[in-house]
T-cell receptor
């Protein structure tokens, strides 16, 4: 069975600073990996996904993530944080079936 | 991208009554939909996988008689919380995957905030 671990339930950065949200996965088969963002009282919106093509994946809103098989990681980054990036971020993993499992989430706070 | 519509967005009901939540895929067919429950400031907990034309697959610890799921068509799945109690108050989210298994991303409804009083 696959799973993901998000290190850090809460990350706080200053506006304009680098954003780094960590995600490590466990999967017995080559995984498909996803990052989603959730704003208060809303569903989840896909930021980006890794599907075994390029290891560096670019997503919406300036976010990107790099798949590192040797480290079983798929960390999410953004060079310069914006106030509007404050939200909950979820990493998810899927195997070849329909099942998708989510990490515990990381709440990003952006300080002015 | 594909759209999943969930209704209602908010519902308040009395203890002991039942509440139905609808999840529709608007521009694609979803043979499988997923129902999640989310507690405040926590992650999504998969409750069940809804399969069109067959019985839902429930996760361990989820009461199937409590949370009734029906997936009568390729675009509609419903979750009915039966005999609701205050502890059932939560945020419920549905999702559907487009583009097949594995690599297909999941599209989420906007969620339903259920409050049982």
């Amino acid at each position: 069975a696959q799973s993901v671990t998000q290190l850090g339930s809460h990350v706080s950065v200053s506006e304009g600073a680098l954003v780094l949200l960590r995600c490590n996965y466990s999967s017995s088969v080559p995984p498909y990996l996803f990052w989603y963002v959730q704003y208060p009282n809303q569903g989840l919106q896909l930021l980006l996904k890794y599907t075994s093509a390029a290891t560096l994946v670019k997503g919406i809103n300036g976010f990107e993530a790099e798949f590192k098989k040797s480290e079983t990681s798929f960390h999410l980054t953004k060079p310069s944080a914006h106030m509007s990036d404050a939200a909950e971020y979820f990493c998810a993993v899927s195997d070849g079936n329909n099942d998708m499992r989510f990490g515990a989430g990381t709440r990003l706070t952006v300080k002015p | 991208g594909a759209v999943v519509s969930q209704h209602p967005s908010r519902v308040i009901c009395k203890s002991g009554t039942s509440v139905k939540i609808e999840c529709r895929s608007l521009d694609f067919q979803a043979t499988t939909m997923f129902w999640y429950r989310q507690f405040p400031k926590q992650s999504l907990m998969l409750m069940a996988t809804s399969n069109e034309g067959s019985k839902a697959t429930y996760e361990q610890g989820v009461e199937k008689d409590k949370f009734l799921i029906n997936h009568a068509s390729l675009t509609l799945s419903t979750l009915t919380v039966t005999s609701a109690h205050p502890e059932d108050s939560s945020f419920y989210i549905c999702s559907a995957r487009d583009g097949g298994q594995g690599a297909g991303e999941a599209f989420f409804g906007q969620g339903t905030r259920l409050t049982v009083v």
